[in-house]
């Protein structure tokens, strides 16, 4: 069975641009979350999608957001970015309580 | 809220020496708990995992005990390899919070030969 894919794995923008970033869940799993990862936070949790719906949000602004289509294939949105949103973006599908995660998009804002 | 604390790093060893990365979480009820690992350049992979109290998760001789009455997941290996070096991330799993883990800052090993 293959993984949790993610495109493109490296992105650069500047800042006030936007990005789109595209996850393939593994065939058969519905739950699609986001994390992003950084030397200073860590890993946090962005928001997850379950069914095309939004199941669950972490604590970011709003020019962060996602999409999930009735493939189970997610898409998240970053607009009007900022230095700071440089990061290792992580995509997971899950079934139940194991989240299995893609290999990340790295993408870094000049 | 829920959280997890894992025991500051990096952590650097000699190959087969035994390994302990401590895990500590706060949490109500009974979470899932689970050890990840991330590679250079990769995403995070399973390590192991238990779901409730008196659990031992273990794979590819890697080991961790629920232990509800210290709110711990402590990870051990009894003999590390090169190929260990890695950064390790515990991790809770609370179905009240939709599919949303939390995670531990992560504790990075280097094994050196």
């Known amino acids: 069975k293959a993984g949790v894919t993610q495109t493109p794995r490296y992105l650069i923008k500047t800042r006030g641009q936007q990005v789109t970033l595209s996850c393939s869940p593994i065939?058969?799993?519905?739950?699609v979350s986001w994390y992003q990862q950084t030397p200073g936070q860590g890993l946090q949790f962005l928001f997850e999608?379950?069914?095309?719906?939004?199941?669950n949000k972490g604590n970011f602004p709003g020019r962060f957001s996602g999409r999930q289509f009735s493939n189970s294939r997610s898409e998240m949105n970053v607009s009007t970015l900022e230095l700071g949103d440089s990061a290792l973006y992580l995509c997971?599908?899950?079934?139940?309580?194991?989240?299995?995660f893609g290999p990340g998009t790295r993408l870094t804002v000049l | 809220g829920n959280s997890v604390t894992q025991m500051e790093g990096p952590v650097t060893l000699s190959e087969e020496a035994f390994l302990t990365i401590n895990c500590t979480y706060t949490?109500?009820?009974?979470?899932?708990l689970f050890w990840y690992v991330q590679y250079p350049g990769e995403g995070l992979q399973l390590l192991l995992k238990a779901t409730k109290a008196d659990d031992k998760g273990s794979n590819k001789g890697f080991e961790a005990t629920y232990r509800k009455e210290t709110t711990s997941f402590h990870l051990e290996k009894g003999s590390v390899q090169v190929s260990d070096s890695a950064v390790y991330f515990c991790?809770?799993?609370?179905?009240?919070?939709?599919?949303?883990?939390?995670f531990g800052e992560g504790t990075q090993l280097t094994v050196n030969p």
């Open positions: 065939s058969g799993h519905r739950s």
């Open positions: 997971a599908s899950s079934l139940k309580d194991e989240q299995f």
């Open positions: 991790a809770l799993f609370k179905e009240t919070s939709g599919s949303r883990l939390t």
């Open positions: 999608y379950f069914s095309e719906t939004q199941r």
């Open positions: 949490a109500t009820g009974y979470p899932s």
